[in-house]
């Protein structure tokens, strides 16, 4: 019988075929083919070896019984403190295989010069093009892929090379060349930096009833989505992907299916679906009562007095009572009335 547990190699090639990086990787099994998303995402969470997982894909080992899942990670997967495997209920054990990554080779001093590997201190002035050995330095290799306009073009004599215009020294390609690795080492930084803990992260919802145990109700759940959105990062796809990474259940099979179907659509409109699934049956008359009865409570900064009007009125544009245009006026008039008298802002 053949093992149901992946090996390092093949886990690799799993991430190459459909294009995932092997570092933010790894798959977990074996496990009974029935196991669902939710029981997985919970197992996983416990452990806290791979930061917010997420099923990309899975297949049956060799034998056609068990099955071993592939999930993924916004942020590299730590080897050294990853656990292996994790205990499950019932006395059952899943591994944890990580990616057989190759390290990647660092550049000597003598390689970092990009002179060293031409016999010509001078290339550019001898009749044959002097072209460096294949494993050459890959900041140079990069930037003649990145960059295509910026290769030299060599000439049978330094006078034809002066005259075309185009040369550039040999210096300003390397410095390019760093220029070119320090921004895209920049751009990683800062996508890292959208999910490793610079925005707040919402808790589970999964529109179960009775609510499971560590996830918050629909209204709660909403209310902090709302205040969120505003405060996070990024473009309206990055959000989304942040609102589904925080449901579990129906409600991520409800938003799957609609951002299928409509996947324009920005947060703000995810939240509106769930909230005429989930929300309580309320009519225009009563939420807008609601509203005007709200008023600062004894002890209350006016800063939250201000918080509890402004997601009350985003709750009344998610529901399409008021237009956005309306908000501003609305909140306002409302500071005054309810704010309490002694407040020396009122």
């Avoid at 703000?268 to 989930?278: A, F, R, S, W």
């Amino acid at each position: 019988m053949a093992s149901s547990t992946e090996s390092p190699q093949s886990v690799l090639d799993w991430c190459k075929s459909l294009g995932l990086n092997p570092k933010k990787t790894a798959v977990v099994g074996p496990m009974i083919p029935k196991t669902k998303e939710e029981f997985i995402y919970k197992i996983l969470d416990a452990d806290g070896s791979i930061y917010r997982p997420r099923v990309v894909a899975s297949r049956r080992d060799p034998d056609g019984i068990l099955l071993n899942v592939l999930v993924d990670s916004p942020g590299e997967i730590n080897r050294e403190t990853c656990a292996r495997g994790v205990q499950v209920e019932d006395h059952d054990y899943w591994q944890i295989v990580l990616p057989d990554v190759p390290e990647e080779k660092e550049l000597s001093d003598s390689e970092d010069e990009v002179g060293g590997d031409l016999e010509n201190p001078n290339p550019l002035c001898s009749g044959t093009p002097q072209i460096p050995a294949a494993d050459h330095s890959p900041v140079t290799k990069r930037l003649f892929d990145v960059i295509p306009e910026t290769k030299l073009k060599y000439t049978a004599s330094c006078e034809s090379l002066n005259s075309a215009g185009r040369s550039r020294p040999l210096s300003d390609v390397v410095e390019a060349a760093q220029l070119v690795e320090v921004l895209a080492q920049v751009g990683e930084n800062l996508r890292q930096l959208a999910y490793n803990g610079n925005y707040k992260r919402l808790k589970i919802f999964s529109g179960m009833e009775p609510t499971p145990p560590g996830e918050e109700t629909f209204e709660a759940w909403r209310d902090a989505a709302l205040v969120a959105i505003t405060d996070w990062p990024g473009s309206g796809p990055a959000l989304c992907r942040k609102i589904q990474e925080s449901l579990r259940g129906p409600a991520l099979d409800l938003i799957k299916l609609h951002r299928e179907v409509c996947p324009q659509d920005g947060p703000e409109k995810l939240i509106e679906v769930l909230e005429d699934t989930y929300g309580p049956v309320e009519d225009e008359i009563e939420m807008l009562y609601k509203f005007q009865s709200c008023m600062q409570k004894e002890k209350e900064n006016l800063s939250e007095y201000l918080k509890r009007l402004r997601q009350m009125l985003k709750l009344l544009v998610c529901r399409r009572i008021i237009a956005t245009d309306r908000v501003d006026s609305m909140r306002l008039q409302q500071l005054f009335r309810g704010a309490l008298s002694m407040d020396p802002t009122a």
